[in-house]
């Protein structure tokens, strides 16, 4: 059974930075596209960041590019967000998740496994 379990949320200021963490076990990490995504209460859960199985491809929300940064290691089953130049408008549960593909995804209902989410807070 897959499991992803995020972690590094927060409360930050504005313009500040956040490092989340999604660590994955009971499945073979490098067969996996991993996303972010995140939902805002009242809101759709919408695509944030999201990288292919080598971590050779990386594809951003118009609204994160610049700022955000997806990474993973296959060594340790691992991916992460890091966020920087953090804005109000950013605060949501964040959420990670894994489907077996070769190219990153964008939609989330192409994802097969989700984490638990993270929340992060970003005050103005």
């Known amino acids: 059974q897959v499991q992803l379990v995020e972690s590094g949320g927060g409360l930050v200021q504005a313009g500040g930075s956040l490092r989340l963490s999604c660590a994955v076990s009971?499945?073979?990490?490098?067969?996996?596209?991993m996303g972010w995504f995140r939902q805002a209460p009242g809101k759709e859960r919408e695509f944030v960041a999201a990288?292919?199985?080598?971590?050779?491809?990386?594809t951003y929300a118009d609204s994160v590019k610049g700022r955000f940064t997806i990474s993973r290691d296959n060594a340790k089953n691992a991916a992460y967000l890091q966020m920087n130049s953090l804005k109000p408008e950013d605060t949501a549960v964040y959420y990670c998740?894994?489907?077996?593909?070769?190219?990153?995804?964008?939609?989330?209902?192409?994802?097969?496994?989700w984490g638990q989410g993270t929340q992060v807070t970003v005050s103005s």
């Open positions: 998740g894994a489907v077996t593909a070769t190219v990153p995804r964008s939609s989330w209902y192409m994802y097969d496994y």
């Open positions: 990288v292919s199985r080598t971590g050779g491809t990386t």
């Open positions: 009971g499945g073979t990490f490098s067969k996996y596209t």
